[in-house]
């Protein structure tokens, strides 16, 4: 298997950061060339073009956006790669900061010498207004929708091998199926 770089880690890693600031910057040019040019985006489409149409109006349901990334394993496969990277985003939304906890599941592939986005998976914590306190399982709360139950931690296996096995010490509401 071949050896990966340092510099293989940090071309990676600036995918990440570059998507961050394409995304506040709603530079849709920049954004769509971070993935690969048959980028699957829903079920039947492909290619750039149709992922700038699709981040296009998402991209407009808020205003002001900061994208700050944090950790960031990544795990390779010759040339493709995968990894998980950790997100405090925070966006105005008309007269509201949500601020949002999330992970992004990654998926990588090396093209023409490039390390380019193949898939983002978007997983969150909570998103919540930043004056309130996001508790209980109903933690995504976008402004101008329901409530829904929040991707993680539910969506590490561990996270409920854990909880199953032993003496819960937490409330109920701050566990899983809680």
């Known amino acids: 298997m071949k050896e990966h770089s340092a510099g293989d ?18 530079d849709l ?10 980028v699957r985006v829903g079920g039947q489409a492909r290619g750039r073009e149709a992922l700038a ?5 998402v991209l407009r349901t808020f205003g002001v956006s900061i994208h700050f990334v944090g950790n960031h394993r990544i ?10 990277v950790y997100c405090r985003a925070e966006h105005e939304v008309r007269d509201r ?10 998926s990588y592939a090396r093209r023409d010498g490039e390390w380019l986005f193949v898939r983002r998976k978007e997983k969150v914590w909570y998103g919540a207004d930043v004056v309130e306190r996001p508790t209980g399982p109903h933690k995504n709360q976008w402004p101008g929708r329901e409530p829904v139950v929040a991707d993680l931690p539910d969506a590490w296996e ?7 096995a032993g003496t819960h010490q937490l409330p109920p509401t701050a566990r899983p199926g809680g």
């Open 75 to 84: 795990t390779f496969d010759g040339d493709e790669a995968s990894g998980v």
């Open 9 to 26: 880690y940090e071309e990676i890693r600036q995918l990440a950061y570059r998507y961050a600031e394409a995304v506040d910057s709603r």
């Open 158 to 164: 561990s996270w409920g091998k854990f909880w199953a």
């Open 53 to 57: 149409a699709w981040f296009d109006p």
């Open 97 to 106: 900061w949500i601020v949002m906890m999330i992970q992004y599941w990654d």
């Open 29 to 38: 040019a920049a954004l769509v060339a971070l993935f690969v040019d048959d």
